[in-house]
């Protein structure tokens, strides 16, 4: 009897060992498929002979303008205007549109609307003519669909002038600050 009570105790004790094993198991998260960051990306100012300054939002990287026919860039900037990496800016699927809200506050992607390139900067920022200076338009987000099929939601922080050249003075780039949060996971939902 004695043999069998013990028995019993070593059985019951492996199911408890094995049973809290595999909660643990369970109780693993998974990884993140939301990534909220920062960048700062310099664009030229000059808005007609000046190139476009190509930017990757996963490696927070400028792409060579020798790249810009591949997937390896999300959006690209020239003065105040916006491309996404798609026809006939790049081969990619991208599209950008500007829509109301805050980063918190748009949990969503749209799912139509997007356009190839945004060329009226009114869209998402202000232009003040006295100072001839830019700043961001409150409450308006910039939303990618990126080369690959993945959801942006874009926020700019300030728009600075860098070194300013020639007769009037005018810059020659700007400097654009924005937090941003990518959907990895290819749904639309931030």
Partial sequence: MMKQTL??????????ISTTACEKKNDATPAP??????ATLTVSADAVNGSYTYFNL??????????QQTTNW??????????????????????????DGTLAGVT??????????????????NYNGTTR????????????????N???????LA???GPLAGTPPRPTTIIYRFRYTIQTNGTRNF
């Fill in 7 to 16: 028995g019993m105790a070593v059985v019951a004790i492996g199911l408890i």
């Fill in 133 to 148: 200076t830019f700043s961001p338009r409150p409450g308006r987000i910039i939303v990618f669909r990126t080369a690959d």
């Fill in 150 to 156: 993945k959801y942006v939601k874009l926020e700019m």
């Fill in 33 to 38: 498929t939301v990534t909220t960051d920062s």
């Fill in 58 to 67: 996963r490696t927070k990287a400028t792409v060579t303008s020798a790249q």
């Fill in 74 to 99: 999300d959006f690209g900037m020239l003065f105040t205007n916006l491309v996404a990496n798609a026809t006939p800016n790049g081969p990619g699927t991208g599209g950008v549109q500007v829509v």
């Fill in 159 to 161: 728009a600075d002038y």
């Fill in 108 to 125: 969503a992607a749209p799912e139509t609307g997007y356009v190839a390139t945004i060329t009226d900067y009114t869209q998402w920022a």
